[in-house]
């Protein structure tokens, strides 16, 4: 069984500054792919970033970078100048390669203050 | 395109009554799929289907039926509604021909109160 882990119910950060947000998961499947969806008040899931497995070089989406640890199987997100827009809810995600089953982590909620 | 769209938005329910979630997608994918959002719980996966006339269940399928008749439509039907079910419903989907990125798109939600 495939899970994941994000430790950090809620956080908070003044605008223009830079968060982390942490993701651990656990997977027997060496070929499999993370995302980091994004969840403002209207509910709408939003992919912000993916990273797939095999390689090695983080992935990168303008402000949004990810830490890439396969090893440790860490997984975390970093959102560069943080903007009153970024508030909302993150969640970690993983699915193997060929399998429907995205696996979500519990969430963070990320507030952004002015 | 409309990508992926879900009625209705909002819906009350009493227990014991049954009703059919919509889904619909317009980007000709083959994978969809049907999740629950409960809080503090993520997302979990209800069904999903691979293509027309083949579907599977997920990790939490109980007391839901699903069908996939065509490769637009993913109907999720509650056969007689429990307070248990109350919660958020997404419906997703995604292109198999996109070998590699697995990114699944998402419909705006429904949310479903069973009184």
């Known amino acids: 069984a495939q899970t994941v882990t994000q430790s950090q119910p809620e956080m908070s950060v003044q605008e223009a500054e830079t968060v982390t947000l942490s993701c651990t998961y656990d997977t027997s499947e060496s070929n499999y792919y993370l995302f980091w969806y994004k969840q403002p008040p209207s509910r709408q899931m939003i992919l912000v970033i993916r990273?797939?497995?095999?390689?090695?070089q983080n992935a990168t989406e303008n402000r949004f970078s990810v830490n890439f640890q396969k090893a440790a199987k860490s997984f975390s997100l970093k959102i560069s100048d943080s903007q009153l827009g970024d508030t909302a809810m993150y969640f970690c995600a993983l699915t193997n390669f060929g399998n429907e089953k995205l696996t979500f982590g519990t969430g963070t909620r990320l507030t952004i203050i002015p | 395109n409309a990508g992926v769209t879900q009625t209705p938005k909002f819906q009350v329910l009493k227990t014991g009554q049954s009703m059919t979630l919509q889904c619909a997608q317009d980007?000709?994918?083959?994978?969809m799929s049907w999740y629950r959002q409960d809080p503090g719980m993520g997302l979990r996966l209800i069904h999903y289907?691979?293509?027309?006339?083949?579907?599977d269940q997920g990790e939490v399928p109980n007391g839901y039926n699903v069908s996939r008749s065509t490769t637009e439509d993913f109907p999720l039907r509650l056969l007689s509604a429990a307070p248990s079910q109350t919660s958020v419903y997404f419906c997703?989907?995604?292109?198999?021909?996109?070998?590699?990125?697995?990114?699944?798109?998402f419909g705006p939600g429904t949310r479903l109160t069973v009184t």
């Open positions: 990273q797939e497995a095999y390689k090695q």
């Open positions: 980007m000709n994918h083959e994978y």
């Open positions: 289907s691979v293509g027309a006339g083949i579907t």
């Open positions: 997703a989907s995604r292109n198999s021909g996109l070998a590699g990125t697995n990114e699944q798109y």
